[in-house]
């Protein structure tokens, strides 16, 4: 049910394809985040329309509310959320870890108080399985511990940790329909990152994640445990960074040999009134937009670009109308999606390291 081919590579960037029981995904692909079974602010014809291939969705949010059990008797997230293409569920260890008010960490899981009622909540590596079994995604992850970049030796203990959870998350999983990813961590320590690199390729897992960074390093870290981890994954299984969203670290990361991306941010701005382009972010409430009757962005075939004006957005994200965060949803989505297309056919032509200097060129700083 699942095969990922690559078609064409240039230097390190790469454009292939990734199969699976609810679709083909053409990479490198960004994946919106629908943290509760639901890309805010828009529909999944909405979704469809501006490009998205593959959607994101929370374990530990759906755990909570309304419950794994709740998804898996409406049939799953696909019937649950009326989404026909693939679906990518997280292991709910990012928010275990950020959103509590209390957790105890132990090699043996996370007790953890909701943050909706207070209530007291464990997760292990096999109950995270068994949720993403129950919630029937596409492509799963294994729980990890995703702790700060900076500290050395919180980094190690996490690492051995996520490797042990590893391993009972793989066997733990059941559904031949499902494909588990493995996360690699190690913060901003290299020797980490490669041990941690190794050890998860060695799983033998259908893919391979990039965790535990955009979580507070430099740009420049950022792009250097990217480059390295990336060297070290397998070149003929799909590589997935999680949580990068902007323009320039999507095409640093492509260019690295990452193949997925999962981010809040274009749909985060969308609702605080800012417009993404690959040249800067335009903050649409700013009074120069007043009685601007340009498109956001002249070059964008968006539903949004090729029907409404600065002025109109301008006016809804003033007046606070619900339409302009859908609007502008629409907008970052699918430059976000075109930008992605864009780099797969520059790699695909050979010609990707011209397009990423025209790219950089053009940035507004």
Known sequence: MFEFKLLATENRA????????????????????????????????????????LVLANTYHLYLRPGFDIVRDQGGLHNFMNWS??????????????????NDIDDEGVTFRSHIDGATHRFTPEVA????????????????????????????????????????????????????????????????????????????????????LSVGETKKELQSMTKLVADILPAGKPRYLMGVGSPAELVSAVSNGVDMFDCVLPTRLAR????????????????????????????CGCYCCTNFSRAYIRHLCKAKEILGATLLTIHNLYMLHDMMNDMRNAIIAGEFGSWKRMFEDNIEL
């Open 129 to 212: 399985i068994d949720i993403q079994n129950n919630l029937g995604a596409d492509i799963i992850m294994a729980f990890d511990q995703c702790p700060e970049p900076y500290n050395r030796e919180t980094n190690e203990r996490a690492m051995v940790r996520t490797h042990d959870w590893a391993l009972r998350c793989k066997a733990a999983h059941g559904r031949s329909d499902q494909a588990l990813f493995g996360i690699v961590q190690g913060g901003i320590f290299p020797d980490l990152r490669s041990e941690s690199a190794r050890f998860i390729a060695e799983l033998d897992l259908l893919g391979n994640a990039i965790g535990g």
């Open 272 to 299: 605080n009134a800012a417009a993404m382009t690959r040249r800067k972010q335009m903050n649409m409430k700013k009074a120069a937009y007043a009685n601007d009757n340009r498109p956001l962005d002249v070059a």
């Open 85 to 102: 293409g693939p679906i990518l569920t997280d292991s709910g260890g990012f928010q275990v870890f950020s959103l509590g008010k209390k």
């Open 14 to 53: 790469r454009a292939g394809l990734l199969r699976t029981p609810h679709g083909m995904i053409h990479t490198p692909v960004f994946a919106p985040v629908g943290t509760q079974a639901a890309v805010k602010a828009v529909t999944p014809e909405q979704l469809s329309s501006a490009g998205t291939s």
